[in-house]
Structure formats: C-alpha cells, structure tokens
C-alpha cells in the first residue's frame, strides 16, 4: 500500500469519511503515529543506514585583522570560504576560539562573540578549525564510526567523558575517537560529531546509524517499512489510534494486535539480528519454552549413555 491507500483502508476501518478534510488530516496523522511508533520498537535491520562525513584541515593562509571589541575579520590573502560558517577560529593574539557567524567574501567574516583582545589585531596569523561535523537529519543514533580507507573503528564516547578525558585539547592527528554532541538551536534536529584528535588530514570517516523514518506526505509515498509490516502492522497500528481517539472499545483488542505483529515481525528481521543459535548438550536440563515438552518421565540421556 502507499501512502493514498492506507488512508482509504484506515478511514473504512474508522468509519472516517477521508472525504471530508478535517477527518483526512487525524487519519494522516494517526498514520504517520503509529510508523514513529514502530520504528522506535526495534532496531530494525532496514533502519540501518551510512553515510561519510569528510574531515577539514586546518586552514590558516594568510593574515587577519580585527579591532578590540569587534567581530567583524577583515583577512588579507586569506580564503575564506562559505563551509567555514559554524567552524571557529583562533587568533595568535589570544588563546580563545571564537564560532564564525557568518562570511561575506574569501577576505572578510563575523564572529558570534566580540573579540576580547584588549588592543586591535592586525595583520596576525590565526586558526580555523571544524570542531563539528553536523549529520543527517535523518540520524536517530550513531552505531560505529570508521576511517573508511584504513577500515580503523573510531572509539565511542559520551561528550562528558570526551570533555573530561581531553579537555580543551589542542592535539591533532588521526582521529581515534569521536563523540555525538546535543543539538544546537542552530542545526535543530541534527546531531553534530566531535573528533579526538582534531583531525589534521582530510578523510572520509564511515557513519553507521539508525535512521529517523520521515513523515508521509505525498499519496505516492510509501517510506521505510518493508511491504509487509507497512500493509499490516502499520496500518493496524493506525486504526488502534483511531479507535482510541473515537473511544472505541475495540481500541484494547486492536493495539494488542498490532503489538503482537511487531514481535513477530521483529523475529523475522534481517537474517539473525546479530543472534546466532547455541548447540547445547543433548542432556541440558534447560529448554527453549518454545519447543515441544516430553510427557513427565519421558527418559533423557544421562551419564553413562
């Protein structure tokens, strides 16, 4: 089903004339609910997902000028380019980073914060250096991260034990681990990463992550889930939200339908999730629940057989 009939099939199920306008947007929505829903169960295998985020070198050609108190940059010989806006930029004056707002030209850009040198700069060298690399907006949760020439895999760590790990850092080099930072009102809705050490040589380094599904929008639209969890779960999952919107007594017995859809399909998924099966002895007193039980006194291997 795409996007088009599962409002159709939704609306019959409800009793929700989809004709009619108000009744087509709750019927969208309880759509669109219930696929947040079912992504957020599991981690699914077909919410598995990559992509590269290529590494900045540090750029320092050429000289900088700035008056005490300022915050406009005005460079001479200097290439000041428009992927340098939300990088920072150090000034050999003074030990403080400041994040460059905006740039006009390849000679001249703003800072955020008013540069606190108490005389002017001028013609001093300087730094700009990516702190952050903002991601998809698509990324819900970074699995692994890989130099993807030298297949080296980056070690995770939370931003509190980067920050007390390496504070302030100064060191560059290849980098050997990273961190996902909170979001900034900025970048609303995408996760930015930080590298130990700050990287001194451009590479690609290979993201993993779980995917955030996007909304449904166009009738064609049919998304992430795979055919068969889309034109059942999914869709009994929004008749559930319907039902309870409409106080429907038949909400209870719906939404445990739709629960027990999303186990079953969740044992299907991928080819073993990351679970492989363990041989045990023929005479373990353990047994898997979902296998067939011996009558009581049922003889078994013991020793000596």
């Not at 290529?54 to 008056?67: H, P, S």
């Not at 995770?156 to 790990?165: C, H, Q, V, Y």
């Amino acid at each position: 089903m795409d996007y088009l009939a599962m409002q159709n099939e939704v609306g019959s199920q409800t009793r929700f004339d989809v004709a009619v306008a108000a009744n087509l947007t709750l019927v969208k929505r309880w759509i669109n609910r219930a696929q947040q829903y079912v992504a957020a169960k599991h981690d699914w295998s077909w919410l598995q997902a990559r992509e590269i985020v290529q590494t900045v070198i540090d750029k320092t050609a050429g000289t900088v000028a700035i008056t005490a108190g300022g915050t406009t940059v005005t460079g001479t010989s200097t290439a000041f380019a428009a992927v340098d806006v939300g990088a920072y930029i150090q000034f050999s004056s003074s030990n403080d980073w400041y994040r460059i707002a905006t740039r006009t030209s390849t000679t001249s850009l703003t800072i955020e914060a008013a540069y606190v040198g108490t005389s002017d700069l001028t013609a001093g060298t300087y730094t700009i250096r990516r702190f952050y690399y903002s991601l998809s907006t698509s990324v819900d949760r970074v699995v692994k991260v890989k130099q993807a020439v030298s297949r080296v895999a980056l070690t995770g760590m939370s931003p509190i034990t980067l920050d007390r790990w390496a504070p302030l850092s100064t060191t560059t080099g290849k980098p050997t681990a990273y961190a996902c930072w909170a979001l900034s009102a900025a970048e609303a809705g995408v996760w930015v990463m930080q590298f130990y050490p700050w990287p001194d040589v451009a590479m690609n380094m290979e993201v993993d992550y779980y995917r955030i599904p996007a909304n449904l929008s166009a009738d064609t639209d049919v998304g992430l889930i795979p055919v068969k969890i889309r034109d059942t779960a999914l869709v009994d999952g929004a008749i559930a939200y319907g039902y309870q919107y409409l106080n429907d007594p038949r909400y209870q017995a719906m939404w445990e339908k739709f629960e027990g859809q999303l186990e079953r399909f969740w044992l299907q998924d991928g080819q073993n999730r990351g679970e492989f099966s363990v041989l045990e002895p023929v005479d373990s007193t353990t047994q898997d629940p979902d296998l067939i039980r011996y009558p009581a006194g049922y003889p078994s291997v013991g020793p000596g057989y």
